[in-house]
């Protein structure tokens, strides 16, 4: 079974410019998550779709940044424009389906390492 | 706000020399905490989720315990293999739409042979 993956695995992009990161989860999972680590913090969260909705955007920095997940299937995380502070790695997570208290563990993506010059 | 504090930041062990790693939390009504292994220019790798305090989960060489305040991971007798970081997080709410992780800054662990 394919994991998740992420494009492109590093971009370099000058101060103003827009960038869009891509996101394919595990197939048949609908739960899909946005977090970023950026340099000597902990990784944090950014957004959760369930399909194509988002359930929870309280930690999107700003209005600079646009998700979206059209048809419920890949993800697509817009940077416009971009900041000095936007540099960090950007990893996508998905989930399945919890019902009631229950929880699945979120499996990862190897990251998109984004450097803002 | 939910904080994950986790200690030693950074740990040096000899091939065989058991350790153990802590992860201190709050949160308000746990519903789970994760802890993942992480290698250098790769995403988290999910190692193993607790819900309750007293359970615990093992893996090989790795053994996940859950208290109400605090989480250890217990390497018994560490290879060079098992170098990583090491993050846990936790997830609170008591309904399912609230799925966010809050992670701490993780466990860096190298093992010498």
């Known amino acids: 079974e394919a994991g998740v993956t992420q494009f492109p695995s590093h971009s370099v992009i000058e101060k103003g410019q827009t960038v869009t990161l891509r996101c394919d989860p595990i197939?048949?999972?609908?739960?899909l998550y946005w977090y970023r680590r950026v340099m000597g913090k902990e990784i944090k969260f950014l957004l959760h779709f369930v399909k194509e909705s988002k359930q929870d955007e309280s930690g999107m920095p700003n209005n600079r940044f646009l998700a979206e997940r059209t048809g419920g299937t890949y993800s697509t995380l817009k940077v416009q424009p971009a900041e000095l502070e936007d540099s960090g790695v950007y990893f996508c997570?998905?989930?399945?389906?919890?019902?009631?208290?229950?929880?699945?563990?979120?499996?990862f993506g190897p990251g998109t390492r984004l450097t803002v010059t | 706000e939910d904080q994950v504090t986790q200690s030693p930041e950074a740990l040096r062990l000899q091939e065989g020399e058991s350790s153990s790693l802590n992860c201190s939390y709050t949160?308000?009504?746990?519903?789970?905490l994760f802890w993942y292994r992480q290698d250098p220019g790769k995403g988290p790798e999910f190692l193993f989720t607790l819900y309750s305090a007293g359970e615990e989960k093992e893996k090989e060489r790795l053994k996940a315990t859950l208290t109400k305040k605090e989480s250890f991971l217990h390497i018994t007798a560490p290879k060079p293999e098992d170098s990583a970081t090491y993050l846990c997080a936790v997830q609170e709410g008591i309904y399912y739409g609230n799925n966010r992780l809050a992670f701490g800054k993780g466990n860096q662990v190298v093992v010498i042979p």
């Open positions: 949160v308000s009504g746990l519903r789970g």
């Open positions: 997570a998905s989930s399945q389906v919890g019902g009631g208290r229950a929880t699945y563990e979120q499996y």
């Open positions: 197939s048949g999972h609908d739960n």
